[in-house]
């Protein structure tokens, strides 16, 4: 089992210290920003089972870039730009997925897994299968501008693209999301109806 | 006409938000930490060389030289298998990652090889994540341990105790943990030795030394923790934190309503205008749904009388609807989770299930139903729970608890 050395620094020396290896640095790293890149790849993804090792992915390439990183206060949005990256690769890997799955359902591997057992996990699923028909462009800007709730800069750096870019994905999207929920009457209702979500969680 | 970017907002804070509610968070992240973690140590480890720390490494060399004499002299009583542990005094082995119930009354002890051993106080919720030759991982989910942890012959002992949001590092010590999941209230406080905790809203790792304890809590996310000298019987962590709202210093809202409140997600200053509005008569005037969405924001900031009052209200004003099905199923959780009223519990969901036989809580509510029977000591009726759920749903979240009834 693993247990680093304890780090205790500012955040220049943090980032020295990954540099240098210093294993309390990395675990320090993980636990500040962890939560964050979890929420963006799950934004982006919905509820997938591979999530952590998506995780672990976005972190392990952000240790192998470090040495590019020169300003600790971008850290957060470089983490971003990250797990933009890896979820735009697992969406490629569920579509080739999807494709092996007509022809050879046995290695169709992990499946994206959302039971409907309650109403807010069936709109989950409903608002995951309408984002994977968005051409995977429009779908990241849609779901950091609107699930993650990031502002338009913010979305625009975390996909390495200009402002005026991120608006036209943007507005594809919105168009295409809408049309889609229109179609379906669980998401219809949810999109009239606000946030009264019936959000329960096992204890 | 409202523009379809505002909309647009709020229908993804609310995915947002049941994304958090649908997802094992925490448990994700902690699965990735300890591979990336490995993985950083084994890159790093890879590229040391002579380099600029030639000498460092030169002295390394050296040690490790004469640790390889020394780890083989000390190999008879080193085992490298890890640690087992058994379950109660019927000494059944325990699996990790299996549910660990505390009795409804009485202590639930679990006894580790090397010596150790974690008392589970009524109704407290544990799994061993995982063991190794020096330690365990353990999850307290809900409820009170008292862990005693043996100190290492040789090496350090590397035990950790994970409670929502905090972790306690143990090396060799005797201490009371205590966790409530509904506020994520944590408290701690050591016998013997010293443990480490650490937690998303805390600043650093706070070491607690023998004869102190800290409480905690990450609702209140500017508290800062309290450490107090004297040590006396740490009860459950039950009363309310401080409110965040009043404790903040920023202005209420006086001028929006609960409903838009509500509407705009901020749950827990909705409830706080509907008491200020006479939420009895907020009750008795507001419509199906957004009595279920006041209970539901009342049972999520510890207001469990409230949404009990807006429950029964609903079902009482508005029968037959499927909004008051609802609220049956929401009153069992709350007479489970919250009032530890088992027999109530079961009612509750057995009402859901009669009301609504395909209702889109048919999955959870069998589950929980399941639950509180076998809480309420009827294992007759958790065995035909466990039995038809796992029928229906043989992979749902239930499954292994359902199995673990049938193997009795």
Not at chain 2, 51 to 78: C, D, E, Q
């Amino acid at each position: 089992m693993l247990t680093p050395l304890t780090f205790v620094g500012d955040e220049h020396a943090l980032l020295q210290a990954l540099r240098d290896g210093h294993p309390g640095a990395a675990a320090v790293f993980y636990d500040q920003h962890a939560a964050h890149v979890s929420r963006t790849l799950r934004s982006a993804l919905g509820a997938d089972e591979e999530i952590p090792d998506l995780l672990q992915e976005v972190f392990i390439r952000a240790i192998d870039g470090i040495g590019k990183l020169r300003e600790i206060d971008r850290i957060g949005g470089w983490l971003t730009t990250i797990a933009i990256f890896v979820a735009r690769a697992q969406i490629r890997r569920r579509a080739r997925r999807s494709w092996l799955r007509t022809f050879s359902p046995e290695h169709a591997g992990p499946q994206h897994l959302i039971q409907p057992s309650s109403e807010a996990r069936a709109a989950l699923r409903e608002v995951y299968d309408v984002l994977g028909q968005i051409p995977v462009d429009e779908r990241m800007a849609f779901a950091l501008r609107y699930i993650e709730g990031m502002t338009l800069p913010d979305a625009a750096e975390a996909c390495e693209t200009s402002l005026a870019t991120l608006k036209r994905r943007l507005s594809r999207a919105e168009k295409r999301f809408l049309e889609a929920a229109s179609k379906r009457p669980v998401l219809e209702h949810w999109l009239q109806e606000g946030t009264r979500w019936n959000v329960q969680k096992r204890s | 006409m409202e523009r379809p970017e505002a909309k647009l907002a709020e229908f993804g804070s609310a995915v947002r938000e049941a994304l958090a509610a649908e997802t094992e968070t925490a448990e994700e992240i902690r699965q990735a930490r300890a591979g990336f973690l490995h993985e950083f140590a084994a890159r790093h480890g890879a590229h040391a060389g002579w380099g600029h720390r030639g000498t460092a490494n030169r002295w390394r060399i050296l040690l490790l030289a004469g640790a390889t004499v020394a780890g083989a002299v000390a190999l008879w009583t080193y085992t490298d298998r890890p640690i087992s542990f058994q379950v109660d005094a019927s000494g059944a082995p325990g699996k990790t990652g299996d549910l660990v119930y505390g009795a409804p009354q009485g202590l639930v002890p679990l006894r580790f090889s090397e010596g150790s051993s974690v008392i589970l106080h009524e109704s407290t919720r544990l799994r061993v994540l995982a063991t190794d030759p020096r330690g365990a991982r353990m999850l307290i989910e809900d409820g009170t341990v008292d862990a005693s942890i043996v100190s290492a012959r040789i090496g350090k002992k590397h035990w950790n105790f994970e409670a929502g949001p905090f972790q306690v590092q143990v090396t060799g010590t005797r201490f009371t943990l205590s966790y409530r999941a509904l506020d994520q209230s944590f408290a701690l406080a050591t016998h013997e030795g010293q443990v480490v905790v650490s937690g998303a809203c805390l600043d650093a790792p706070t070491p607690v030394a023998a004869g102190s304890r800290i409480d905690l809590t990450c609702l209140a996310r500017r508290a800062p923790p309290t450490q107090t000298a004297s040590l006396s019987a740490l009860p459950l962590p039950g009363h309310a934190s401080a409110d965040p709202v009043a404790s903040s210093g920023k202005p209420t809202r006086n001028a929006q309503t609960w409903r838009e409140l509500l509407a705009t997600g901020r749950l827990q200053e909705a409830v706080h205008a509907a008491e200020r509005a006479d939420f009895d008569r907020v009750c008795q005037t507001a419509g199906a749904k957004d009595l279920l969405a006041l209970a539901d924001a009342a049972r999520l900031f510890a207001r469990p009388s409230r949404a009990v009052t807006a429950l029964r209200v609903l079902r009482q004003r508005f029968p037959s609807s499927a909004e008051a099905s609802t609220a049956a199923f929401a009153l069992g959780r709350i007479a489970f989770e919250q009032k530890r009223a088992y027999p109530e519990a079961v009612d509750w969901f057995a009402t859901y299930l009669r009301e609504q036989p395909s209702g889109p809580l048919h999955g959870d509510c069998v589950g929980r139903l399941m639950e509180a029977r076998l809480r309420a000591g009827d294992q007759s009726g958790a065995h035909l729970d466990a039995e038809q759920y796992l029928r229906r749903f043989p992979e749902g979240p239930y499954a292994s608890e359902a199995r673990g009834i049938l193997a009795k």
